[in-house]
Each structure stands twice: as structure tokens, then as C-alpha cells.
């Protein structure tokens, strides 16, 4: 792809959120009296195509509401919400939810190559060609051999994974994290972090990835956008990560990050 259409494929897929406010009390009669609730309120933010972007906050401060309205699977109370030109309505091919419990994504019954190709059949896809995409999808989240294994015969970490492949070979341009990991072991964590750098850096997807975790946040992002405690939370600071990856938690710089964002908590 050349320089230009690279920058004009990063600008068809920038999220823009302009004002954006979330309450799931919308009652018009409340709304008149004033009495509305709102989770979060007048965010904005602007998300390039291409990027590794954070949302890090404190529980319950409404960072799967903001994701889940990217994803589509909410609706905003008000504000713009856009991808590319297109105001956000609905879920789209375009883009696709990672999240934390693959159980509850994963089809018991399929094989993890089934369950790889299961959107590529809905959208009929030949079967030569299928097999091409898991072939790649598979082997690239690291899963060659485990191909005819079945969800029950994996490990958690292994789930994880599969739910990654399936999402990849559907080709979305934005995967929506959240909290992907929070359920593993700190070692597969460590992996799948990993695992995830190196794909993305291959792939060029957009990321927007959601943790309550500051080493997480900083380990994985090219920008963090911290989310103020709830009600009414908004991105309160957006600091960028400048380190190279992949990045060593151990590094003085990654230090100096993550003092500055936990006294950022500290307030
Ligand atoms: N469908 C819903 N109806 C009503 N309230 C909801 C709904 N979904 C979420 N909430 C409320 O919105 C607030 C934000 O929830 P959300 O799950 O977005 O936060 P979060 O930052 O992702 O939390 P956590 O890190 O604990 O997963 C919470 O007070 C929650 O109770």
C-alpha cells in the first residue's frame, strides 16, 4: 500500500467521539425534570486508524458502556460517535468485540477450526478458501496442531486465543478489547500480551483495549486515556507512550509512566 492510501485507510477507520454522553435512565419525562443520571458524559476523544489506544479507569467508571457504544451494542443519549464519516448506529463488519469470558463467545460444539471459520461460512466464503484464513488466523495466534481440538479441551489462555483468531479472520478494521486477559493466570497474561503486541504491529488493526490495570495499560498502548471515576465520567488525561515495543516493565521509562499515571489515581 503506498504512503497515501496507508493515511487515507488510517483515516476511514479513525473513531471520532464528539460530546458524547451515556444514561440508561433515559426517561424523557426524567430528562425534562433535569433528573438524568449519566454514566459518562461529554466525552471526546479521537482514535486514528491504526492505533493502540487504552481506556484505562477505575471499576465500574464506564469503560465497557463507552467500548460497547463504539461496538454498536449501545446506544448514546447524546453527542457524535463516528467511524470514518459513517455516526456509529449499529454493530458493523468493521468492527468486532474481544471479551474477557471467550467461554461465552466460543461454540462448545465446533472445533477451534469451526469456530475459526464460523463467520467466513455465514458470509460464504468457499471452503478452500476458508481453510486458507484459519490456516493463517490459527498459526498466528500460535494454535498450529490444536486445530481439531474442541473449546473444552483448551486451557484458558488457549480460548483466548481462538476467540482472537475467529476475530481476526473476519478482517475487522477496529477490535474492541475489553479486558481480554483479566480472567488468566499472570503468566499467560504476560503471553497473551505479548502475542498481542506482535499482532498488531503485523496486522496494522486498530485497537482500543479495556483495563483497570496500569501496567497493562502501559505495556500494551500507544496512548492511554484515563477515565474519570463515575458518575458523569469523562477522559480526564490522555498520555502517550513513546517506548518502543516491545517494552520491559522493568525499564526506567516504563517506571517513570507508571508512577506518573498511578499518582494520576493517587488524587
Ligand atoms: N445495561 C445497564 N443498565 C443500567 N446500568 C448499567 C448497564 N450497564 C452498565 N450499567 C452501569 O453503568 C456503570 C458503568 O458500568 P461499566 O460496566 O461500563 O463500567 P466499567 O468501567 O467497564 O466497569 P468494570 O471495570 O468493573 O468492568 C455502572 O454503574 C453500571 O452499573
Not at 496442531?145 to 483466548?160: N, T, V
Request: with cysteine; glycine share 8%.
Amino acid at each position: 500500500m503506498s504512503r497515501g492510501n496507508a493515511s487515507a485507510a488510517s483515516s476511514l477507520h479513525t473513531i471520532t467521539i464528539e460530546g458524547l454522553n451515556k444514561s440508561y435512565n433515559e426517561v424523557p419525562a426524567k430528562a425534562a425534570a433535569g433528573d438524568v443520571h449519566y454514566i459518562i458524559k461529554d466525552v471526546n476523544l479521537v482514535i486514528k486508524g491504526g492505533e493502540f489506544f487504552i481506556l484505562l479507569g477505575p471499576s465500574g467508571c464506564g469503560k465497557s458502556t463507552l467500548l460497547n457504544m463504539i461496538a454498536g451494542f449501545v446506544s448514546k443519549t447524546g453527542g457524535n460517535l463516528r467511524v470514518g464519516s459513517s455516526e456509529i448506529q449499529k454493530p458493523g463488519r468493521d468492527r468486532a468485540v474481544v471479551f474477557q469470558q471467550a467461554d461465552s463467545s466460543l461454540f462448545p460444539w465446533l472445533t477451534v477450526r469451526q469456530n475459526v471459520e464460523f463467520g467466513l461460512k455465514m458470509k460464504k466464503v468457499p471452503k478452500k478458501q476458508r481453510r486458507v484464513i484459519s490456516d493463517q488466523y490459527i498459526d498466528l495466534v500460535g494454535l498450529s496442531g490444536h486445530g481439531d481440538k474442541f473449546p473444552r479441551e483448551l486451557s484458558g489462555g488457549m480460548k483466548q486465543r481462538v476467540q482472537l483468531a475467529r476475530v481476526l479472520a473476519n478482517d475487522p478494521e477496529i477490535l474492541l478489547m475489553d479486558e481480554p486477559f483479566g480472567a488468566l493466570d499472570a503468566m499467560t497474561r504476560r503471553t497473551m500480551q505479548k502475542e498481542l503486541v506482535r499482532i498488531w504491529r503485523q496486522t496494522n488493526k486498530t485497537i482500543v483495549f479495556v483495563t483497570h490495570d496500569i501496567q497493562e495499560a502501559i505495556l500494551l498502548g500507544q496512548r492511554i486515556g484515563i477515565m474519570s471515576s463515575g458518575p458523569s465520567s469523562r477522559i480526564s488525561d490522555i498520555y502517550e507512550i513513546p517506548i518502543s515495543y516491545p517494552r520491559d516493565v522493568s525499564a526506567l521509562d516504563f517506571y517513570d509512566y507508571y508512577s506518573k499515571i498511578q499518582s494520576h489515581f493517587d488524587e
